[in-house]
Nanobody
Framework: QVQLVESGGGLVQAGGSLRLSCAAS????????MGWYRQGPGKQRELVAT???????NYADSVKGRFTISRDNVRNTVSLQMNSLKPEDTAVYYC?????????WGKGTLVTVSS
């Protein structure tokens, strides 16, 4: 089992920045991809960004150039630096980790971007 705990959400004005962090614990060895997903009001959960154990990254088109994902394999953490935030970035952001074909999820952290 892998436990994930997110932190760093909050309220920010459009154009501002936030940094989300996620700490993994439990059976953290052999975690493959880690990443962030989000679910906005009335929307389905969608991929934001992922990073593999070898630091290969993937971003949703909507966040490219604004968000940066990073990973610390020693501390078992993954972070998401979000710049130039827009109201449409408002969502609950979930940390994820994949290990042995099983996906684990955090409880989520709310990001609200005011216009």
């Amino acid at each position: 089992q892998v436990q994930l705990v997110e932190s760093g959400g909050g309220l920010v004005q459009a154009g501002g920045s936030l940094r989300l962090s996620c700490a993994a614990s439990g059976s953290t060895f052999s975690i493959n991809a880690m990443g962030w997903y989000r679910q906005g009001p009335g929307k389905q959960r969608e991929l934001v960004a992922t990073v593999t154990a070898r630091s290969s990254t993937n971003y949703a088109d909507s966040v490219k150039g604004r968000f940066t994902i990073s990973r610390d394999n020693v501390r078992n953490t993954v972070s998401l630096q979000m710049n130039s935030l827009k109201p449409e970035d408002t969502a609950v952001y979930y940390c994820s980790a994949e290990r042995g074909g099983v996906h684990y999820w955090g409880k989520g952290t709310l990001v609200t971007v005011s216009s």
